[in-house]
């Protein structure tokens, strides 16, 4: 996992600092004067555009959005007439920090041994030196939802920004669920599936009765241990596993299923309702199927990713591309995240912009991937929009960021002015001298 920390470090000592190269992307010093963008279309999403405005914000926050805004002495005007000004873009749902190279077990810090572990928590395995991260910073995304994986139940999941030394930095706030994956409540029979029919329905309700028996476990602990304050109420000792899922139980924090299939989000809806917690549904492939059941319940759907194929033979090819507005029509809570690993999440507006093309009302599909899914894992007292008391956390762009020829141009994160350089930008500058070398234009 500190394979590209080594790296970096043997840099340092052999040229005797940082070389420029990377100097570009030092994490950024806090802010620490107020700063005013000028003369820019303000793109709250919370509410109207406001049309040559001017947006300032001191100490990493927002202290004034409008066309009247007062600047404080000592503050620094940055003219951005002719630009766009949105709040950040948000990763709903990705494993970004906490992998680097695939195929490199050192760099793959994704699950633990075991199968339930609702102890693991994200934040503090992301590496912040992950080359991940400026590729996908550079392209609108500030902050991101990155969650473990494997077995019942993984851990819990941490919204980060984007930029920072250290994971205590970076760490918006965590925990922001726990991940528990519903097995499939169907037979596979297609060809490459080894299993048997028997063997699938024994793991299936394995995997059932596991998820049963961790809520009844956990949920027993923590009353007993809330009792040890009364009188003859043993001690008991502590369980680090039962202890993190205490938010869950409280209703604090929400349960975020992996679930594709309609069977698996009937079954997991069901379930939340038994054992009175608060769902999220991840993923979501058949989510419009069963759209009146979430709507009923106010269960929100984190639709991740659009940008995908039809699983099934006889389903229209444009099947993914319209689910969102399928679920707009229908009532129920969405957002659109990126595709759910770390090397691709720079592509989260593309996403948002198909959906677009397929029905989705612009608008929605700019909130889908700010506003609302801050909203749905409860960091919208932070980011997805731009209201004064809210984060600086912003971008400025030269045109529309759903459309893939529009660049990012400043960005900044809780008020500190960020890098936009990245790997990619290095290796651009690179080839690009070699071909000027050349004499090739």
Request: net charge negative.
């Amino acid at each position: 996992m500190k394979t590209t920390m080594i790296v970096l470090i043997v840099i340092v000592l052999i040229c005797g600092g940082i070389p420029k190269a990377f100097s570009s992307e030092i994490p950024a010093k806090p802010q620490d004067h107020p700063i005013a963008l000028v003369g820019g279309t303000i793109h709250t999403v919370s509410g109207s555009v406001i049309e040559n405005g001017t947006i300032l914000f001191d100490k990493g926050k927002i202290i004034g959005v409008g066309t009247g805004v007062t600047l404080p002495s000592g503050t620094e005007n940055i003219d951005v007439k002719g630009k766009h000004i949105y709040p950040g873009i948000i990763d709903a749902r990705s494993n970004i920090g906490l992998i680097e190279i695939g195929a490199v077990r050192a760099t793959r810090d994704l699950s633990e041994v075991g199968s339930v572990n609702p102890n693991i928590r994200a934040e503090v395995a992301v590496n912040p030196e992950s080359e991940i991260i400026p590729v996908t910073r550079a392209n609108g995304i500030t902050t991101a939802i990155t969650m473990p994986e494997g077995g019942t139940v993984s851990g819990t999941a941490a919204a980060v920004s984007l930029d920072g030394w250290t994971w205590e930095e970076i760490t918006l706030k965590a925990p922001v669920g726990l991940v528990v994956n519903w097995p499939s409540m169907t037979i596979n029979r297609a060809w490459w599936e080894q299993r048997s029919e028997e063997e699938q329905k024994k793991a299936r309700d394995k995997a059932l009765a596991e998820i049963k028996n961790v809520f009844h476990d956990a949920r027993a602990y923590v009353k007993a241990k809330r009792s040890e304050s009364h009188k003859d109420i043993p001690y008991h000792n502590t369980d680090l596993r039962w202890e993190a899922m205490a938010g869950v139980l409280d209703g604090k924090i929400p349960v975020l299923v992996n679930a594709e299939e309609i069977q698996q989000i009937q079954a997991a809806v069901a379930w939340a309702e038994q054992e009175n917690v608060k769902l999220v549904i991840m993923g979501g492939y058949d989510a419009w199927r069963a759209a009146d059941l979430l709507k009923a319940n106010n269960i929100p759907v984190v639709i991740n990713p659009i940008l995908r194929t039809p699983w099934r033979e006889w389903e229209s090819y444009d099947v993914q591309y319209t689910l969102p507005q399928k679920l707009l029509d229908a009532g129920v809570r969405f957002c659109i995240a990126g595709e759910g690993g770390a090397s691709n999440e720079r592509n989260v507006p593309y996403n948002a912009a198909t959906a677009a093309s397929y029905g989705l009302p612009k608008d929605e599909a700019l909130k889908s991937i700010t506003l609302y899914p801050a909203q749905i894992l409860g960091i919208d007292d932070r980011v997805g929009s731009l209201d004064v008391g809210k984060d600086a956390t912003l971008i400025v762009t030269n045109g529309d960021p759903l459309e893939i020829m529009t660049n990012v141009e400043i960005e900044f994160i809780q008020g500190k002015n960020v890098s936009l350089s990245s790997r990619h930008t290095r290796f651009y500058e690179k080839y690009k001298e070699k071909y000027h070398r050349l004499g090739i234009k």
